[in-house]
């Protein structure tokens, strides 16, 4: 079993340590205040009879007290009125003003200062709850909103490097019937596992086209729109062409 320092409670390695000869107990030589140089400089003696410094507090002082003189028995007379001339009497705490006026009755500058200061900041302090809860709560719940879903984008060296991560992406879900990409594939999230989805980025606009060109396909039964290279395609079936979605024109006279 590890030995500790009494001090700093770590392990206490040879060679650095002085041991208590009264309480036996192991110390840091760093931890009773000694330096490197200064340590190697204690003698062998020295170690051996070394007492720690709660065992040092706790041993009797030396010296002779046995002729400390006894107080003679003294007879307590009543106090006189001298005794008190020297005593300090403390003086009486303020009382707080009162604060309900009559209306015939002085009030100080300061005093009416503090009222009004107190009045505002009550007035003020329920206009802003009212005004602030609202925005604070909603933004509160976006807050949590956002949390559910984070998007991270990552900015590869080079085209081809794009391709060849979407088209593994791709071959994943053709090899795991369309399984979806999970974090724990990625060996992320340990025990709990959440879905991952690898797009391209697109620009404000590009992805407002990309959402309606969703919904248009869907109302038409398209079964594929995707995206490559920043660019929105459109397809009805195996069978048929693509069609490049430019603009929401191209959706409008799709059929």
């Not at 593994?168 to 990625?186: E, F, G, M, P």
Request: proline share 4%; aromatic share 8%; charged share 25%.
């Amino acid at each position: 079993m590890a030995t500790l320092c009494a001090a700093c409670l770590f392990e206490v390695k040879n060679k650095c340590e002085l041991r208590c000869s009264r309480c036996n107990e192991y110390y840091h030589f760093q931890c009773v205040g000694y330096v490197a140089d200064s340590y190697k400089r204690l003698d062998i003696d020295f170690k051996k009879k070394w007492i720690c410094t709660s065992c040092n507090c706790k041993q009797r002082k030396p010296g002779n007290n046995s002729e400390t003189p006894v107080r003679n028995n003294v007879h307590l007379s009543p106090p006189s009125q001298s005794d008190y001339d020297n005593v300090t009497l403390r003086a009486k705490p303020r009382e707080t003003p009162n604060t309900s006026l009559s209306p015939h009755s002085h009030i100080s500058e300061e005093t009416l200062r503090s009222i009004i200061r107190q009045e505002v900041a009550h007035i003020l302090g329920e206009s802003l709850k009212k005004h602030v809860d609202g925005p604070i709560r909603e933004l509160k719940n976006e807050i949590r909103s956002i949390h559910d879903s984070i998007s991270i984008l990552v900015k590869l060296s080079s085209p081809r490097l794009r391709d060849t991560l979407l088209a593994s992406v791709i071959k994943y879900y053709q090899t795991h019937n369309q399984k979806k990409l999970q974090s724990c594939d990625l060996g992320i999230g340990g025990k709990t596992s959440c879905p991952i989805y690898v797009v391209e980025n697109l620009s404000p606009e590009n992805k407002e086209l990309h959402a309606a060109a969703r919904k248009r396909g869907k109302e038409l039964g398209y079964k594929f729109v995707w995206i490559r290279g920043g660019k929105i395609f459109m397809r009805k079936d195996e069978s048929a062409n693509y069609t490049f979605v430019k603009n929401t024109d191209t959706l409008t006279r799709l059929t």
